[in-house]
C-alpha cells in the first residue's frame, strides 16, 4: 500500500508571489482612496481669476488655491444720496450703463448700506446684474440710471458705479 501525502504548505516562491501580489493590490487601494480626497470641485460655476497655489505644491488645509469669480451675477458698488432712501428699495430696478461695452443692462438692488456719511450725505449700496451677460468682466466701470418712484422727490438721476 502506498501512502500519498498532500503537502501542507506552498512553495516558498508561490506563496512570497502571492502576498507581494496581495500587497501590491492593497498599495493601490490606499492610493485610490487617498486621489478620491485630492478632488476639488468648486462650489460654484464660473471662471479662474488667479491661481494661487500650483501643481505638486504642498499646502495646508484651508489655504485658498484659486480665486474664482462667478460671472453669472455681478455685483456693482455705488454711493447715493442718503436722500434717495425715501423711495429705494431693495430689489428695485435699475440700469447699468458699463463704459467698457457701450451697452445698457438691467440690475437690481440687492443690499443698503448700513450707515450714511453724515459729512457728504450718502449711502454706499449695491446692485447685481439680472440676466447672464458673458461680455461682462468684474472692474468694469459705467453709469446707474435711477427711476425713482411716482411722486418721490426726484434728485439727480443718474450716479456713477465703479
Known amino acids: 500500500m502506498i501512502w500519498t501525502v498532500a503537502p501542507l504548505m506552498k512553495s516558498s516562491s508561490t506563496s512570497a508571489k502571492e502576498s507581494a501580489e496581495s500587497t501590491a493590490v492593497a498599495d493601490i487601494k490606499f492610493q ?16 479662474v481669476a488667479n ?6 505644491q504642498y499646502v495646508t488645509p484651508g489655504h485658498q488655491l484659486m480665486k474664482i469669480l462667478d460671472h ?5 458698488e455705488m454711493v447715493v444720496p442718503s436722500r434717495w432712501l425715501l423711495w429705494l428699495q ?12 457701450g451697452k445698457s443692462y438691467p440690475a437690481a438692488v440687492i443690499r443698503l ?13 449695491v446692485g447685481e446684474t439680472v440676466g447672464e451677460h458673458p461680455e461682462l468682466l468684474p ?8 427711476s425713482p418712484a411716482a411722486g418721490a422727490t426726484l434728485p439727480p438721476k443718474t450716479q456713477r458705479a465703479d
Open 72 to 76: 453669472r451675477h455681478l455685483e456693482m
Open 90 to 101: 431693495i430689489k428695485d430696478r435699475f440700469t447699468i450703463r458699463i463704459d467698457e461695452t
Open 32 to 47: 485610490e482612496s487617498r486621489l478620491r480626497g485630492c478632488r476639488i470641485q468648486a462650489p460654484f460655476s464660473g471662471k
Open 51 to 56: 491661481l494661487l497655489a500650483r501643481e505638486h
Open 113 to 125: 448700506g448700513a450707515e450714511a456719511d453724515p459729512v457728504s450725505q450718502t449711502i454706499k449700496i
Open 139 to 146: 472692474g468694469m466701470s459705467g453709469v446707474a440710471l435711477f
